[in-house]
């Protein structure tokens, strides 16, 4: 199992790097072959999401850098000619992948930041929860136990297992 899922992977990097590739082969056919001058690049932003959820900010700023490069690239005739509202668009365009890449990235790096400290929370607080030498247990509202200390198993002569799920009152 993945202790780090944040770690490259062969199989996430494939599958950004095929969706890289469709991007960048959509605006050179849009380009170069129907010879389109604006392109509409929503598809663009899938793959910057993923690499940004996937890597965090690494990832989003990456995917969104090569995106950009490569919009800038494929319309270079519009700064070759001086059509600024093209250049204006495109530029635009271009940047707005680069935010969305560093915003997503930022959000995720956030997000694993406090499911570490979430779990951190967790692991300490059952670690009192399971050092306590007095019987504890947690009852819902209909008054099934769903949670149970390894001493209350022990003083009580059951397996914590065989306590989930119990009625408190017999």
Not at 46 to 53: D, E, K, T
Not at 59 to 75: E, N, P
Not at 132 to 152: T, Y
Request: include cysteine; glycine fraction near 8%; proline fraction near 2%.
């Amino acid at each position: 199992m993945d202790d780090n899922p944040r770690r490259l992977s062969l199989p996430r990097f494939l599958v950004i790097a095929a969706l890289l590739l469709i991007c960048i082969g959509l605006e050179y056919y849009f380009c170069f072959i129907l010879g389109i001058e604006i392109v509409y690049t929503h598809l663009f932003y899938v793959p910057i999401v993923l690499a940004g959820v996937w890597w965090g900010l690494t990832g989003g700023l990456t995917a969104g850098s090569v995106l950009l490069f490569t919009h800038l690239l494929f319309h270079y005739q519009h700064f070759l000619t001086g059509k600024l509202d093209l250049i204006t668009v495109d530029v635009s365009r271009g940047l707005m992948f680069v935010v969305v890449g560093l915003i997503i990235g930022l959000l995720s790096s956030k997000r694993a930041i406090l499911f570490a400290l979430l779990e951190k929370e967790k692991n300490f607080n059952d670690s009192i929860f399971n050092s306590m030498h007095d019987i504890l247990l947690v009852a819902d509202l209909k008054g099934s136990i769903i949670s149970v200390n390894e001493a209350a198993a022990r003083i009580l002569d059951y397996t914590v297992d065989e306590l989930i799920g119990e009625p408190v009152l017999r």
